[in-house]
């Protein structure tokens, strides 16, 4: 073939198109689809890198016209045939350019890590004599020469730190051909496969074998079909990933096995290595760029055949790929929030299509989206009902109004506050778990529980603090915050909201004695800080753990026997259409900390409605009571799964620029609405209305039909561009997120 066809790794969308180059006669054997290479681009001839995805010998342009590629700074292809078609995907899934989803499948930095190792340069003539000339003197350069005589072969950096030199007299001998300083490529290990003990199968029980086995056959069967495995906490669904696993190796294929969390990471690859060895590697965000691209190159190379990550480890880039495990599927970490705003699942039902794989979801509670599409026959459905110890936790709902009326206004309840003093006396573990996120500030009442919510759409108010408003974040209807309870009358309706460090305060106020470990964004910021808190709680060096949601799951500790939920109606309120299944998640995987060795586990949850279906259904770990309660509600609100949500917002340094844009928009979106086929909702300030002196509006716009409800955003915010200077505006759009703010 003549010319190559370049994606330019350029985000503008004015240039998100193909580019074709010629292929020099230097490079003909050296080009493959995938790989990167260096091109001039543009009236100044810039050299930009870009992405071969394809040939072809014609073009329609004059061939005058068309420029040589210039380079290829890689002897390996980065994209498979495979990767390119996701690539493509996720462009069309996610309006966003095809560099964007080439640089996000490709590690950040394509660059083999080379360590330097020094030799004597023996070919040279009358080596010998000069070497005696050098090491008769006191010099750095005899230091050095005097060491590689007796330890030949060495790093230069070991060489500088033995003999505390720098490496200019090293360098000096190099140039003057008197030692060689050679690379070796090295491919750092991220884990020591020898600090684990080799573990081999389980017995399965009846129940696991029955997943085991359907799983199983659908592989044999070649079937397509998304797998939803549904299993109760400590039901043992591990072990019958690792079991599928072992069979998908022994056909000569590849795994990719995802959790939700960095902070599930460490036990999950203890379990994968004790089983597989060397066969695994792991890759998530807290490694540095180079070991997230020795992780990539080992896969590449074939060195791996199982690969253990949180998102990003969805693009491994395996050959010959068998098997998808999403762990906790129902987890929002699973969509990304920056562009591109991609979807694991979505990403790895594509992968499975076009890879002939399975993919088996896994949780104790799926999503409402993903369990409808087992009633409708979109994915196929097998279920774990007991665990593997027939040993469920007992479940306690305090009701904090109560303790409110008796006069405690501590954080804890008087029965959770016994018993982590029973626990402590006993030598037990307890974790404490804050249902939090970051900006889930609710109004309501401590003595009766009443939350004001927005009569419109069903969700709570959110407060806003900097306006003292409260504010819908579906209709952006507001209300002011009333001083009086509008349902008791009394004064204790106020913001609610309590911290971990707040918790932690109280624990070493009353139990003094008790070891503390706190887990969340403030103490796991370093590097390997999940791996070494949770390793400390494993040991038994704490008493106490107590953290938020990154606690709450697949966390496996067999001496906790108390899990105390300190405020069950914080994510109950978030403002969310989706709060009352976050709730029930939380709290039902939270419950599934307690008692999973041979110790009856014991759980408290704290909360002002204890009558709420989320907390009840929890309670009795009932999910297909949660699931039919809460699909009417999604259908009687027209929310997903039953409609898709497209959530625009834009920014900018000049409120004035930003209102004019967006208003204009909203105008656009009402006259091309007149058969009202979308539901678009006013204008608004976003949550965080201000952030590094940028002013953010939001529109969000509901429809049932996915693509009809993109091509009619793309379509209204094209008429803007063309109309509105949006130069210095930036425009961030997001189909069905994570949380609407």
């Known amino acids: 073939m003549k010319y190559a066809e370049v994606i330019i790794d350029i985000t503008n969308e004015n240039v998100d198109k193909i580019f074709h180059y010629a292929i020099p006669d230097n490079l ?65 899934k996610y309006y966003c350019s095809l560099s964007e989803c080439l640089q996000c499948i490709m590690p950040k930095i394509m660059k083999d890590k080379g360590e330097k190792y020094a030799i004597i340069n023996y070919d040279k003539e009358n080596i010998n004599e000069i070497i005696n000339k050098i090491i ?115 056909k000569g294929k590849d795994a990719i096995m995802l959790v939700p969390e960095i902070s599930l990471t460490p036990q999950t690859v203890e379990r994968f290595i004790s089983r597989f060895g060397e066969k695994v590697s792991v890759t998530h965000s807290k490694l540095s760029d180079g070991e ?34 999403i762990d906790e599927e129902h987890e929002s970490t699973y969509k990304s929030e920056t562009t591109p705003k991609y979807n694991v699942k979505e990403i790895a039902e594509q992968l499975c299509i076009l890879s002939n794989a399975t993919l088996v979801l896994g949780s104790a509670t799926p999503s409402i989206d993903t369990y409808y599409k087992t009633q409708i026959n979109e994915y196929d459905l097998i279920s774990i009902n007991n665990r593997v110890n027939e040993n469920m936790p007992n479940i306690n709902i305090v009701d904090m109004r109560k303790e409110i009326e008796s006069g405690n206004m501590s954080v804890f309840s008087r029965p959770l506050f016994e018993a982590i003093k029973e626990n402590l006396k006993n030598n037990m573990q307890t974790i404490l778990f804050l249902n939090r996120r970051g900006h889930s500030t609710f109004v309501s009442c401590r003595k009766c529980g009443y939350v004001m919510e927005c009569k419109n759409c069903n969700v709570s108010y959110t407060y806003h603090s900097k306006e003292h408003k409260l504010v819908c974040h ?6 002011n915050v009333p001083t009086i309870c509008p349902s008791c009358n009394s004064k204790y309706i106020k913001y609610f909201g309590v911290g971990t460090q707040k918790i932690e305060e109280q624990i070493e106020k009353y139990f003094s004695n008790a070891k503390v470990l706190r887990m969340d964004m403030d103490t796991t910021s370093k590097k390997n800080s999940h791996q070494n808190i949770l390793e400390d709680f494993k040991n038994h060096k704490a008493d106490i753990l107590i953290g938020t949601q990154m606690i709450a799951k697949g966390l496996d500790f067999p001496k906790v026997s108390l899990v105390g939920v300190i405020a069950a109606d914080i994510t109950l309120n978030t403002g969310d259409y989706k709060s009352s299944e976050n709730t029930f998640q939380l709290l039902t995987q939270v419950a599934g900390r307690a008692g999973r060795a041979n110790i009856k586990g014991n759980v408290f949850i704290q909360t002002y409605t204890p009558e709420h279906y989320s907390i009840v259904f929890a309670k009795n770990n009932d999910y297909i009571g949660f699931y039919n309660k809460e699909i009417v509600e999604r259908k009687i609100m027209f929310y997903p799964p039953f409609s898709n949500i497209f959530f625009i917002m834009i920014s900018g340094d000049n409120e004035n620029n930003v209102l004019n844009a967006i208003k204009f ?58 109309k509105i200077d949006t130069t210095k505006l930036s425009i961030i759009l997001n189909l069905n997120p994570n949380y609407i703010s």
């Not at 068309?66 to 995907?89: G, L, Q, R, W």
């Not at 010099?139 to 505390?164: A, Y």
């Not at 579906?474 to 209300?479: D, F, P, R, V």
Request: glycine residues 4%.
């Open 665 to 722: 928009l909203h105008n656009v979106m009402l006259y091309y609405n007149q058969k009202t086929n979308f539901y678009i909702s006013d204008v608004a300030k976003a949550y965080v209305y201000k952030v590094n002196n940028q002013y953010r509006y939001k529109i969000i716009i509901r429809a049932e039909e996915e693509t009809r409800l993109k091509n009619f955003v793309l379509y209204c915010i094209n008429i803007l561009k063309n």
């Open 474 to 479: 579906y209709c952006n209807s507001e209300e």
């Open 292 to 325: 997230r691209f020795d992780q990539w190159k080992k896969a590449k190379d074939g060195e791996i055949k199982i690969m253990v990550g949180a998102r990003s480890a969805i693009f491994t880039p395996f050959e010959n790929l068998g098997i998808i495990i």
């Open 136 to 250: 008769s003197k006191n010099t750095q350069q005899s230091k050095v020469l005097k060491f590689l005589l007796k330890n030949d072969n060495v790093k230069t950096v070991d060489i500088q730190k033995i003999l505390n030199v720098t490496l200019s007299p090293i360098k000096t001998l190099e140039k003057n051909e008197i030692i060689k300083i050679i690379t070796k490529q090295v491919k750092r290990n991220v884990v020591n496969v020898e600090n684990f003990k080799k573990t081999e199968h389980l017995n399965l029980n009846e129940s696991q074998k029955n997943a085991f086995n359907f799983i199983i056959k659908k592989i044999e069967e070649k079937s397509t079909k998304p797998i939803v495995l549904h299993g109760v906490t400590g039901s043992g669904k591990t072990e019958v990933y690792l079991q599928l696993i072992s069979k998908v190796l022994k």
């Open 28 to 92: 003909k054997e050296l080009i493959f689809i995938g790989m990167r290479v260096f091109v001039p681009f543009g009236f100044g001839n810039r050299l930009r890198e870009g992405y071969v995805i394809g040939f072809t010998n014609v073009i329609e342009i004059d061939e005058s016209r068309i420029k040589n590629i210039y380079s290829v700074p890689d002897n390996y292809i980065i994209f498979s045939k495979t990767m390119i078609e996701i690539a493509k995907f996720m462009a069309e």
